[in-house]
């Protein structure tokens, strides 16, 4: 296997995702800023720009586990591996943009089954190699024997099935991308971790996590859902609820780290330990959200036979994130760590990248977004909380209208409350506040 071979249609087209140059295939038009939703997958090579700010996050939350030493001691290595790499864009970003300090921890693999998609991420990283490869230990022994593992410059590089390669090798860090559902892979994932080990599993498959395609969605996660203001974070919470309970199948529980709906996918990451006492009382964390009446849910452990239709579930109904982790998740952390400078980026125009300053400028757009209100709603969304649609507050207030959400968090706050507005495109709000202290609030602008 000779991944080195020049693909057809290399170098493609130049372009910049983070820090990392890019090469996109010859028939792929140059990504919008902040594209939204699905790319058509066009074979061997599929890259969706959408899924940017899914990786800078990946890069972040990586960073920070070698930097914290949360997942492993600062004198060990942390294996990580991407088990459908594709081209390779989240594996050079984690290679490149991760501080050179904390690099030589970094045992990463790359994984895929298509000869055409691995050739073109050989052939990326050899033509933009980070200046401190030659610092990295490349080492087999921890590693299975069944793939053929081709070391390129600090990346394990293999083809191999995503499910036999998990089979293959125990790493502490798994990511999961698959294309729709991951359904297939998360047991395959959950074997391999180490015995802490961090999985972040992406889900495209929305129509079936939020109740939209309701067959998929009981074939899939044995759960049903009601499409309202909670569809997404329902569909958040089922993935993690199937999640934590194939953990407990294995001895293992998981503690949500960052968990998130971002336009066309859910995104969750979690810390898996080994623990036969803790997986034996998972349920303790599932259950159902049940509508109501007096106020918008609850959480219930099994809804009885009068309230099934107005329950979502099972699903998950513990924390959605990591106080300490997910609160290191900001703008300036993001922005420090993964965008480039003006050095950066006249280095990589003298190679044929075509950049403005309005790129620049929507890289930065993007790069904020990536994580914008993740580290000021991390506190409440690590307990229990209040989750209310700002756009249902007339319905549920019996007003005309609704005042701005700044102005609905700034009171709360101001009574003693935390509020913050919850990471998704919708405009929602999270809050420890009484539901009645939240309609006092809204009802006071529109009196």
Same mark, same amino acid.
């Given at each position: 296997m000779?991944?080195?071979?020049?693909?057809?249609?290399?170098?493609?087209?130049?372009?910049?995702?983070?820090?990392?140059?890019?090469?996109?295939?010859?028939?792929?038009?140059?990504?919008?800023?902040?594209?939204?939703?699905?790319?058509?997958?066009?074979?061997?090579?599929f890259?969706?720009?959408?899924?940017?700010?899914?990786?800078?996050?990946?890069?972040?939350?990586?960073?920070?586990?070698?930097?914290?030493?949360?997942?492993?001691?600062?004198?060990?290595?942390?294996?990580?591996f991407?088990?459908?790499?594709?081209?390779?864009?989240?594996?050079?970003?984690?290679?490149?943009?991760?501080?050179?300090?904390? *690099?030589? +921890?970094?045992?990463?693999?790359?994984?895929?089954?298509? @000869?055409? !998609?691995?050739?073109? /991420? $050989?052939?990326?990283?050899n033509?933009?190699?980070?200046?401190?490869?030659?610092?990295?230990?490349?080492?087999?022994?921890?590693?299975?024997?069944?793939?053929?593992?081709?070391?390129v410059?600090?990346?394990?590089?293999?083809?191999?099935?995503?499910?036999?390669?998990?089979?293959d090798?125990?790493?502490?860090?798994?990511?999961?991308?698959?294309?729709?559902?991951?359904?297939?892979?998360?047991?395959?994932?959950?074997?391999?971790?180490?015995?802490?080990?961090?999985?972040?599993?992406t889900?495209?498959d929305?129509?079936?996590l939020?109740?939209?395609?309701s067959?998929? *969605?009981? +074939?899939?996660?044995?759960?049903?859902?009601?499409?309202? @203001?909670? !569809?997404?974070?329902? /569909? $958040?919470r089922?993935?993690?609820?199937?999640?934590?309970?194939?953990?407990?199948?294995?001895?293992?529980v998981?503690?949500?780290?960052?968990?998130?709906?971002?336009?066309?996918?859910?995104?969750?990451s979690?810390?898996?330990?080994?623990?036969?006492?803790?997986?034996?009382?998972?349920?303790?964390?599932?259950?159902?959200?049940?509508?109501?009446?007096d106020?918008?849910?609850?959480?219930v452990?099994?809804?009885?036979?009068?309230?099934?239709?107005?329950?979502?579930?099972?699903?998950w109904?513990g924390?959605?994130?990591?106080k300490?982790?997910?609160?290191?998740?900001?703008?300036?952390?993001?922005?420090?760590?993964?965008?480039?400078?003006?050095?950066?980026?006249?280095?990589?125009?003298?190679?044929g990248?075509?950049?403005?300053?309005?790129d620049?400028?929507?890289?930065?757009?993007?790069?904020?977004?990536?994580?914008?209100?993740?580290?000021?709603?991390?506190?409440?969304?690590?307990?229990?909380?209040?989750?209310?649609s700002?756009?249902?507050?007339?319905?549920?207030?019996?007003?005309?209208?609704?005042?701005?959400?700044?102005?609905?968090?700034?009171d709360?706050?101001?009574?003693?409350?935390?509020?913050?507005?919850?990471?998704?495109?919708?405009?929602?709000f999270?809050?420890d506040?009484?539901f009645?202290?939240?309609l006092?609030?809204?009802r006071?602008?529109?009196?």
């Amino acid at each position: 296997m000779d991944l080195s071979d020049i693909p057809d249609g290399w170098p493609g087209n130049i372009w910049l995702e983070g820090k990392t140059v890019v090469h996109l295939q010859p028939n792929q038009e140059r990504p919008t800023h902040m594209p939204r939703g699905p790319a058509k997958k066009t074979g061997g090579g599929f890259l969706n720009p959408a899924m940017a700010p899914s990786r800078t996050r990946s890069v972040l939350l990586l960073q920070d586990a070698l930097e914290n030493n949360w997942l492993a001691p600062e004198d060990k290595p942390i294996r990580a591996f991407d088990a459908m790499c594709s081209t390779g864009v989240r594996i050079r970003r984690w290679r490149n943009e991760i501080p050179h300090l904390l *690099q030589s +921890r970094l045992r990463i693999t790359g994984n895929d089954l298509n @000869d055409f !998609a691995l050739s073109w /991420a $050989v052939n990326s990283h050899n033509t933009n190699l980070p200046q401190y490869t030659e610092n990295i230990e490349m080492n087999l022994d921890r590693y299975g024997s069944m793939a053929q593992r081709i070391p390129v410059e600090g990346i394990y590089f293999q083809k191999m099935d995503a499910k036999l390669a998990m089979a293959d090798a125990s790493y502490q860090w798994i990511d999961i991308d698959p294309f729709g559902s991951p359904v297939a892979f998360i047991d395959s994932a959950i074997q391999s971790l180490a015995r802490t080990g961090v999985l972040e599993v992406t889900a495209t498959d929305t129509a079936a996590l939020t109740g939209s395609s309701s067959s998929s *969605q009981k +074939r899939r996660y044995a759960a049903r859902g009601i499409v309202d @203001d909670y !569809a997404h974070d329902d /569909a $958040v919470r089922v993935l993690l609820g199937l999640i934590a309970k194939t953990a407990a199948m294995h001895d293992r529980v998981i503690k949500p780290i960052m968990a998130l709906f971002d336009g066309h996918h859910v995104r969750v990451s979690v810390l898996v330990k080994s623990s036969k006492e803790e997986a034996s009382n998972f349920q303790d964390s599932i259950g159902w959200r049940l509508r109501c009446e007096d106020i918008p849910y609850k959480f219930v452990r099994y809804p009885n036979q009068d309230q099934v239709d107005s329950a979502s579930g099972p699903l998950w109904i513990g924390p959605l994130m990591d106080k300490e982790i997910a609160g290191r998740m900001t703008i300036e952390k993001a922005m420090e760590t993964c965008l480039p400078n003006d050095q950066e980026i006249e280095l990589v125009k003298s190679k044929g990248l075509e950049w403005s300053d309005t790129d620049t400028e929507y890289a930065a757009r993007e790069m904020a977004r990536s994580v914008k209100h993740i580290a000021q709603a991390a506190d409440l969304l690590s307990r229990e909380h209040l989750l209310l649609s700002l756009d249902a507050m007339p319905r549920l207030a019996g007003t005309k209208g609704t005042p701005k959400m700044e102005y609905i968090l700034n009171d709360l706050v101001e009574l003693g409350y935390c509020a913050a507005r919850y990471p998704d495109m919708d405009p929602m709000f999270a809050t420890d506040a009484p539901f009645e202290k939240v309609l006092q609030v809204v009802r006071k602008y529109h009196n």
